[in-house]
């Protein structure tokens, strides 16, 4: 069984650090926001932002009928 200690020794996550993760993840959103449609689909898709898994360049050339030098490219110009 469980002791006081137990559940003492876990506090679970700080508050603090909670908030700063839930203040960056709204940062990235509005960046992410605020890209072209089709780049923010192809952001979305490789870090699987969507809650998806993230993709590699290889599917999403796949996916958009492009090289993966061409992925890579706007996934730079995106990024930067």
Do not use: M, N, W
Request: aromatic share 4%; glycine share 8%.
């Amino acid at each position: 069984g469980f002791t006081l200690t137990d559940l003492a020794a876990d506090p679970g996550p700080d508050p603090s650090d909670v908030a700063a993760a839930r203040e960056q993840a709204a940062v990235i959103r509005r960046a992410v926001d605020a890209l072209p449609p089709r780049v923010r689909t192809l952001v979305r898709l490789r870090y699987g932002l969507d809650g998806g898994p993230p993709l590699d360049q290889r599917h999403l050339a796949g996916i958009y009928g492009t090289s993966r030098q061409r992925v890579s490219q706007r996934l730079d110009s995106a990024l930067t």
